[in-house]
């Protein structure tokens, strides 16, 4: 059968790339089509646009680029219609995929949609226009099958595609003398992997160093961004950026300093203290406090429903700030022990590794179901 999948951002090539091990699992002649990353494209996606150039963050960034936005959207929609799979299969990404889902589902499309928007942080109401688009959603944390079922849609629950990539990982065993951080004691900054992301909070994340000399900072850096964007900090003493090898950092690291987003959950699952950082522009912040109805910004304290790690938001995202909670989880830091405990319960909540497979079975298994069903 053929697939059209889509994916805008880091973390949904990864999703991605295993979803796609799991559609091939169940039906090894599958053709894929879509939007995504070199991930993907690695696992055989014939890739019609990367998400380094589909990637806009907060409502002032998407309402400058309206215009490239829309030019995008034409354009998936004629591949869309060109290719004519039997499923599109989209991953998170909202702004962008519910459009998708809509203009899929008019001209007879089967829409298949993994790792829900977060409509249960904002918005609510959007639940029912992916009931009317998305023929069958299938979702990573448990709560999302109750919060759907308020809105009458039955969704699928299938685990946390995370576990399997945190499964999947095997540690270099020389990576630290590689890199020259044998015997250092390491605190690893994942600022993100969008531009503006790096440009909003990787100076202030970088500013901790001087407080911690004892320590080695490196900076997890993604090579689809413009290396020049890190150059003045590959200058500075203390500091060293790694490009696209983030869970060997963290494997080394005592602590970090997160951008939030999902890797504040792949640091938790690695066992890693952190603290967790965010900033935007006051205008996209003003609107987020309107709008977001979430106690929580991090996915950690989100599944936990508690505060595991500390948020810094926007003023309160300072130097200081983040010095005086960083001491608090290094080794002999007051709340280290706690966080490291705190975790556990999160990986008992999180559940076990698979969900990639079971997405994928369960996507062809619907599809062909879907084909063979009369219009």
Known sequence: MKYYLIAGERSGDLHGANLMKGIRAKDPGAEI????GDMMAAEGMELVKHYRDTAFMGFLEVARNILTIRALLRLCRED????????VVLIDYPGFNLRIAAFAKKHGIPVLY???PKVWAWNE?????IRRVVDRMFVIFPFEVDFYRKFGYEVEYVGNPLMDAIAAFRPEENFGALHGLSGKHVIAILPGSRKQELEGMLKTMVSAHVYFPEYQFVIAGVSNLDRGLYEPYERLSGIKVIFDRTYDILHLAEAALVTSGTA?????LLNVPEVVVYRTSAVSYQ???MLIKVRYISLVNLIADRE?????????FNVMSLVNELKKI???????SRMLSDYEALRRKVGPEGASVKAGSRMVEWTARAGQTPG
């Open 125 to 129: 109401k959007r639940a029912l226009t």
């Open 330 to 336: 290094t080794k002999g830091g007051a709340g280290r």
């Open 264 to 268: 504040t959950l792949e640091t938790a």
């Open 114 to 116: 993994y790792i829900s």
């Open 80 to 87: 869309l219609l060109a290719f004519r799979p039997d499923a």
């Open 287 to 289: 609107i987020a406090r």
């Open 308 to 316: 595991i790690v500390r948020e810094l938001i926007q003023g309160d």
């Open 33 to 36: 089509r879509g939007w995504g």
